[in-house]
């Protein structure tokens, strides 16, 4: 195996563009290797996903990074949003009211539970701008 049809094979399974956007000239080396291995009939990694197989070596397909972050945000707005409604809301509030507006923004699957979270964040403000106004504090504890 040539040394750059190892790299383009490292490039595809780590996903490192950095050295291909830095040098357009090694990216196209990288490339006629991958498109040689593929059409000599060897089997490289990206052509044995291809074809149904799989090595013990070859990295799973990733999923798409956004989705998975905007789903991720959109629980963690959900929990923060939660929480703090009992503890930190003057904190809590605000991350979880951003972190749902972010999930929404970047299109989530779990849409609803980054609905509630939006809710939530806001319903920690809330509750934030009843203690000062009652209170004339941000600290509330049960009894007395």
């Not at 013990?56 to 939660?82: C, Q, S």
């Not at 979270?117 to 009652?134: E, I, N, P, Y």
């Amino acid at each position: 195996m040539q040394l750059t049809s190892v790299r383009a094979v490292v490039d595809r399974v780590v996903g490192d563009r950095a050295t291909e956007a830095n040098n357009p000239s090694e990216r196209a080396a990288s490339e006629r290797a991958a498109s040689d291995g593929a059409s000599s009939g060897r089997l490289t990694p990206s052509s044995q996903s291809s074809s149904g197989q799989s090595s013990a070596g070859a990295a799973p397909a990733a999923a798409p990074r956004g989705r998975n972050d905007a789903d991720g945000m959109a629980v963690a707005a959900f929990v923060l949003g939660l929480v703090g409604l009992l503890v930190m809301n003057i904190v809590l509030g605000p991350i979880a009211v951003v972190l749902a507006a972010l999930a929404l923004w970047r299109g989530t699957a779990r849409r609803f539970r980054a609905w509630l979270g939006l809710a939530l964040g806001l319903a920690d403000l809330a509750v934030l701008a009843v203690l000062v106004t009652v209170n004339g504090n941000v600290v509330w504890g049960f009894g007395g």
